[in-house]
């Protein structure tokens, strides 16, 4: 009785932030290995994307570490309003670092949850999300909710670009692709990072996401038009492109 009355004082978690409170230190290093250095070269695709039309006013949506935010800041138009939000404040922290090591300049880091974002509806050009629609969307409660906070605040003609983990559709390469997630990523990144659930979760969520076809659906339902996807590495990963 007494350990619940202790418990029900502690903070309220939103689904999956305890878990990034806890993976930071080795955050970075793992993505790197894990994705041979891919995840940056996908990061740099949506980049472009983002930046096709000249966009005013950008989010990286659940920003991390900010390794999109700082590669948009790096090649967007000057004057361009940046900002990143992540509910986690460690995550944050090292995105600060790096902000400051980088000397970049006018970009928001923002500690906030992507289901109730502090902003006017239609305000932004272009929202980017990294390896986090995953998280937003595999079994998430707060799925619904979150899909439609990012198209209220995104402008009508504005872009939503995600870049993710995805299914490959050939059967082999989705198998390989299965065994090197549960073989490979949630045994070493569980070991080396020291937070076996997080891995275990990154591990399972990628190899039961929704395929590339099933997120445009998602999309759609929410109101999203001209979806277009393309797959990365035989369809390991995808970058989707939807408009408002
Ligand atoms: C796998 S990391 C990706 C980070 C970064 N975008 C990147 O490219 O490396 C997922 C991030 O999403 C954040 N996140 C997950 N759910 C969130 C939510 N509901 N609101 C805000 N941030 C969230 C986590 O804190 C974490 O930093």
New binding site residues.
Partial sequence: MKENQTNQKKKQY????KM??E?PPK??LL?RIFTWRL?ESW?KQAVKEILKDKPDKVM?????????LFRIAEQAWPGTELCG????PP?LEIADQKMRSKNLEGIRLIS????DMPFDDNHFDAIG????F???TFKNP?QQK?LKEIYRVIKPGGKFVI?ETSRPKNRIMDNLHKLYMNLLVKRLGGSVSGNRPAYHY?AHSATNFYTADEVCDLLKTIGFSKITYRHFVGGVAAMHVAVK
């Avoid at 990286?60 to 999109?68: A, M, S, V």
């Avoid at 939000?85 to 986690?88: G, I, P, T």
């Fill in positions: 939103r689904p999956l932030q990034f409170m993976v955050y970075d993505n995840d990061r990286d949506l659940c920003t991390g570490t900010g390794d999109l939000l992540d509910f986690s995550m906030g949850d992507a289901a999300i990294a390896y986090a995953r998280n937003l707060d979150f870049v990154l």
